[in-house]
């Protein structure tokens, strides 16, 4: 006998029953609000060249310098699992010609992400994520569209104290002045800033805004804020965006220092928190990012887009809601070989109509099956022996009340359907 261990990975975990119902509810909540938007499904691979990602999120960014799980493949290619879906779905967009089709295209995805991250409570290496893009509209009613569509799915699933954090991050032309501002800013205080941010302050000073230590926190008090720097199509696009989310009714703060830890986005920002979760509180986060398109070889296509971390909602909605799981309708118990062998034909039947059926094992008796069915939370349970098989009638029983009865075997299914 072996002494190993085996583990799933640190910072990655097995989903199963009953956690598992819950993130279908999810997902099929999500699935119905995107298509209710128009967006449909996409489905790219799990891994791409590494470049997919390392030009598009930024080689200066926190996911591309440290969290990539990056490999060379046996044929020496450089290969990484995505750490995030934006990028792929780009590059399938780009690849597939799918400019070419009337904008705007809208897709949703679903699936697992990878980052190499301290692994801490709402912080995975292997997460889900579900997430939309829209290609080929410049906004900003789009953007309020697609926020608000993220309010929606988030609501039908009964999350409450949710903040919509917005900004806009300015665009080529406007950005590289605010950029500028900042560096003066922090220019005499680089010695009260982390290392981390000492480096952000040479490659991307915006991402020492959401730094999260104290010292980086207190320095940055008073700095500039991007939102007063931004150029005249930029303002107006945010001021519009913000009119827009009002019209729809749409709760939001703006956040000037809410910058984003990917280099591709251009205006619009936003990051959907909860007062409910702890350090890790971004349940959603998307944006603007109108020139990825373009960089992976494609024609100039403004696009938005956002991801929700599943792994986070489900936390939230396992503290909040009280859940109703899935049970078997019906728990056949047989006594004797012959009562046996209908139990299968009638769990058959049953099955393709549609119900959970269990089946009890003839071989154990009538109360170890009874006590089966009632671990497993049946509905009904139904008795058949040799004295059922002549007269055709069946005792069933409802596990929640005890109510019971007899009834045809003939019409199990109708006496099912009209109960349900
Ligand atoms: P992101 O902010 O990196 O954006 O991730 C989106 C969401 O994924 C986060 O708000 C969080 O809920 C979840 N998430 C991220 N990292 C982890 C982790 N290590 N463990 C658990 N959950 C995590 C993006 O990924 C962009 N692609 C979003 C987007 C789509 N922008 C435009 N289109």
Redo the contacts with the bound molecule.
């Keep these: 006998m072996s002494s190993v261990q085996y583990k799933a990975l640190k910072?990655m975990q097995d989903i199963l029953p009953p956690d598992i119902y819950i993130w279908q509810k999810v997902e099929a909540a999500a699935r119905e609000v995107f298509s209710s938007y128009g967006f449909q499904e996409v489905r790219t691979p799990v891994a791409e060249a590494t470049n997919v990602f390392t030009r598009s999120?930024g080689e200066n960014t926190d996911?591309v310098e440290k969290?990539m799980y990056t490999f060379l493949d046996k044929g020496d290619r450089s290969i990484s699992l995505r750490?995030?879906?934006?990028?792929s779905?780009v590059r399938c967009y780009v690849e597939k010609n799918l400019h070419t089709l009337p904008p705007p295209q809208k897709f949703y995805y679903t699936g697992p992400?990878f980052?190499y991250?301290r692994?801490q409570s709402?912080?995975?290496?292997?997460?889900?994520?579900l997430?939309?893009?829209a290609f080929g509209d410049p906004g900003p009613r789009i953007d309020a569209e697609v926020i608000s569509m993220l309010r929606h799915c988030l609501e039908r699933l009964g999350l409450k104290e949710i903040i919509f954090n917005v900004n806009s991050i300015g665009c080529p032309e406007c950005r590289p002045v605010y950029r500028e501002k900042l560096i003066e800013f922090f220019a005499g205080g680089l010695d009260r800033l982390c290392p981390d941010c000492n480096r952000r302050y040479r490659t991307n000073p915006l991402r020492i805004l959401d730094c999260k230590v104290d010292r980086c926190i207190e320095t940055r008090q008073g700095a500039p804020k991007v939102t007063d720097y931004l150029c005249e199509g930029c303002r107006t696009h945010f001021s519009s965006l913000l009119s827009f989310l009002e019209l729809l009714g749409v709760s939001y703060i703006v956040n000037p220092d809410m910058v984003?830890?990917?280099d591709?986005?251009t205006r619009t920002t936003f990051?959907?928190t909860s007062k409910n979760l702890g350090a890790?509180n971004?349940?959603?986060?998307?944006?603007?990012?109108d020139r990825l398109v373009k960089e992976f070889g494609g024609p100039e296509t403004p696009?938005?887009?956002?991801?929700?971390?599943?792994?986070?909602?489900i936390e939230l909605l396992k503290n909040s809601a009280s859940h109703d799981f899935p049970r078997p309708e019906v728990f056949i118990a047989a006594i004797g070989e012959l009562a046996a062998r209908e139990s299968l034909v009638m769990a058959d039947g049953l099955r393709t109509r549609g119900f959970w059926v269990e089946v009890g094992d003839a071989d154990n008796s009538l109360k170890s099956q009874m006590r089966r069915a009632d671990r497993l939370s049946s509905r009904y349970v139904f008795i058949i022996g040799d004295e059922e098989l002549k007269s055709g009638r069946l005792k069933w029983k409802k596990l929640a009340d005890s109510e019971q009865g007899e009834i045809s075997m003939f019409e199990i299914s109708d006496f099912l359907i009209q109960r349900s």
Excluded: S
């Design positions: 910072g999120i996911i969290e750490p995030e879906g934006t990028a779905v992400m980052r991250e692994p709402g912080r995975f290496r292997q997460f889900y994520q997430g939309v893009e984003r830890g990917l591709y986005y990051e959907v890790q971004a349940v959603a986060a998307g944006g603007r990012y696009a938005i887009g956002f991801a929700m971390g599943i792994e986070r909602i």
